[in-house]
């Protein structure tokens, strides 16, 4: 109780000096506080970054969820990815995993176009090989979201879809 009383105090000797700098401290640390509570409770998300997203779907693959891997897919992938059929499905999130023998991904960069990104990440299977895996992604929402057909993006390819300046280095040279 003592201890209260002394941040009561304190409390009320800040209050007059800045009452506005008071106020919105603590509407500041009670939105914050209402959040966390709505993010544990799985009341909302947070975003994560495309690169992110792009692994967190390769390591469902790896671990064989397909519900996971259609989580992460666009409106439009989603679409796609429902129509196959459970061999095609299975063979799909064999490829992206290749054949369930990666062991670490790296995320490479992000090219982000706004609405679109590309990014890239280095797939290691525990042959000692290594990959590198393109993939496009959209924004939906609050959030990135995969795009169809999965695991076959080429980075230049990509780029060029989006950068509207984009041109080869070879006419730099011409």
């Known amino acids: 109780m003592k201890l209260f009383n002394h941040l009561w105090n304190g409390f009320r000797w800040f209050a007059p000096i800045h009452r506005w700098t008071t106020a919105a ?13 709505a993010l544990g409770f799985g009341l909302t ?3 994560r970054a495309p690169g992110e997203v792009v692994i967190l779907m390769y390591q469902a693959a790896q671990d064989g969820q397909s519900r996971e891997v259609r989580k992460y897919l666009s409106d439009d992938a989603k679409e796609h990815f429902d129509r196959l059929s459970p061999d095609a499905e299975s063979a799909l999130l064999n490829q992206l995993s290749r054949d369930s ?3 670490l991904l790296t ?15 280095i797939q290691e299977m525990t042959s000692g090989q290594s990959d590198l895996r393109i993939e496009i992604l959209v924004r939906q929402g609050r959030f990135w979201r995969v795009e ?12 060029k879809r989006f950068d509207p300046d984009y041109q080869p ?3 730099h040279w011409e």
């Open 101 to 103: 023998s990666t062991k």
């Open 169 to 171: 280095i070879s006419s």
């Open 45 to 47: 998300n947070i975003a």
């Open 25 to 37: 401290t603590l509407m500041f640390f009670a939105g914050t506080l209402l959040w966390v509570v």
């Open 107 to 121: 995320a490479l960069g992000v090219r982000n176009y706004g609405r679109n990104a590309v990014t890239g990440l």
């Open 148 to 159: 169809w057909p999965i695991g076959v993006a080429s980075w230049v390819e990509s780029v």
